[in-house]
């Protein structure tokens, strides 16, 4: 092999050598910064959950106490994650992340919140892709639609009118945007369907390591 | 120390050579983040810190990178520079980062970044290629912050919505209500309203820009030397 001129290899070192500046200047922020930005991330998601289960109302660690569950009616193929709260040991609330397939722009994923009793603490969307201005009430940060759900259960309203007002049902829909609110609705009862015939279960599940989080970082 | 010179540099950062008005670059993230206040604020002062060290340390190494690898070398450093940025943007301001999201990685594809790592920071000493970052930052930042307002006020009747994000919670109630009970204007907030609306800001720097050279041209018709009509043979 011929050497190669002086040039080439001068230019060879020198991108080697900022490359290897580079690459270990981003390696020691990173390992620096990894503990902060993972506790940034457990506290966002702890926030989320404390906004729909007030902190009085149970004393286990909430992240720590999670399971993944998979089912049809949870609107999505992905695990859900579901979060446990207990107060001394008794059940007082679960927390799904379940989705609305149906959005008008794609899926919908929510948070929604059940007291042991299967009456709604509280349901949240945590990422929409719907139209700004016509499908973006659903967002607790333009409406308050979404805090209508508080209270509710399957029987109250009953089965025929968890709907959208246009369907028949008691939930108001948005001009020009009937889509939206009707897949969030329809994803809010089967998450409720599916928690009355797997409650007991939900809760004694052994908790697992490795939970997603349902908040895309 | 050439005072004149920094002077030179700091005009032509944050008006003659706007690198978001006049050079009309990096407007991607110009026009998305624009939507608020504080969102714009955020993102141009990461584009800042980005083009300080990016300048800064291109005009340090500039006497021992070779001409056919300069571009590489400056992407590489850019995107080093960058990738801490977002770390540190991620652990220290998490909220904001979450809202900017992928537009804070995105700052490395702003041309401002590499255009003056080619253009002037190659090419000149440090202390003049670290005003210049600082100076097309803070250039950039105006332009996104003013950008910004119009769209937040227009759009949504507010002014520095959302301030906790980037100053810590007792900033909460610095939200000023421009308008009240104010139904909202969807366009400005749409993409569409961030062209119009930096369209409306060019035409303003322009028509600026005219009314400051018609004046000295008036001054200089009245000193124009009129030739003697009796001269001499």
């Known amino acids: 092999m011929n050497r190669l001129p002086k040039p080439v290899l001068t230019a060879a070192a020198i991108l080697g050598l900022f490359s290897v500046f580079g690459t270990g200047l981003v390696a020691l922020v990173h390992d620096k910064t990894e503990a902060r930005i993972l506790e940034n991330q457990r506290q966002t998601l702890l926030n989320s959950l404390r906004a729909l289960i007030p902190v009085d109302r149970y004393d286990n660690d909430l992240l720590a106490d999670a399971i993944e569950v998979n089912d049809p009616d949870l609107g999505t193929r992905k695990p859900v994650s579901v979060y446990r709260a207990r107060k ?33 603490a509280g349901v949240r969307v945590l990422a929409h892709k ?54 969030v609705v329809k994803a809010v009862r089967k998450t409720l369907g599916y928690f009355a015939l797997n409650r007991a279960a939900l809760f004694s599940e052994p908790a697992q390591s490795g939970v997603d989080s349902p908040i895309e970082e | ?47 800042t810190v980005a083009l300080i060290f990016s300048n800064t340390i291109v005009s340090l190494i500039r006497g021992h990178v070779t001409s056919e690898i300069r571009l590489p070398v400056f992407v590489l450093v850019i995107a080093a520079n960058v990738t801490v940025i977002e770390l540190l943007m991620n652990a220290f301001f998490h909220d ?32 003049w290629a670290f005003l210049d970052g600082l100076f097309m930052g803070l ?45 909202g204007f969807l366009l400005a907030i749409l993409p569409p309203g961030a062209f119009i609306g930096l369209g409306l800001i060019i035409a303003v720097k322009n028509v600026v820009d005219a009314r400051r050279v018609k004046m000295p041209a008036a001054e200089e018709v009245t000193v124009q030397i009129i030739p003697s009509p009796h001269r001499a043979e």
């Open chain 1, 88 to 120: 001394a040991g008794q059940s007082v609330a679960a927390v799904l992340s379940p989705s609305a397939p149906d959005g008008y722009n794609g899926e919908i994923r929510l948070l929604v919140a059940i007291w042991a009793d299967g009456r709604l």
């Open chain 1, 130 to 183: 719907e139209t700004p201005g016509l499908g973006d009430p659903i967002d607790e940060n333009k409406s308050d639609w979404i805090f209508g759900f508080n209270g509710l259960s399957l029987d109250n309203p009953p089965e025929g009118f968890w709907k959208v007002t246009r369907d028949g049902g008691v939930f108001d829909q948005f001009t020009g945007a009937t889509i939206t609110p009707r897949a």
């Open chain 2, 1 to 47: 120390m050439n005072l004149s010179q920094y002077r030179k540099i700091a005009f032509d950062g944050l008006w003659k050579n706007n690198q978001a008005l006049v050079a009309l670059l990096g407007l991607c993230p110009l026009l998305a983040v624009s939507n608020s206040v504080i969102n714009s604020l955020g993102l141009g002062l990461a584009t």
């Open chain 2, 96 to 127: 904001l980062h979450k809202i900017l999201g992928i537009f804070i990685p995105l700052i490395v594809t702003n041309c401002a970044i590499i255009g003056r790592a080619e253009a002037f920071a190659s090419k000149n000493p440090v202390d």
């Open chain 2, 139 to 183: 250039g950039f930042t105006f332009a996104l912050v003013a950008l910004g307002a119009l769209r937040e006020v227009i759009g949504l009747g507010t002014l520095l919505a959302r301030a906790d994000l980037m100053f810590g919670d007792f900033a909460r109630d610095w939200t000023i209500r421009v308008f009240d009970d104010y139904g």
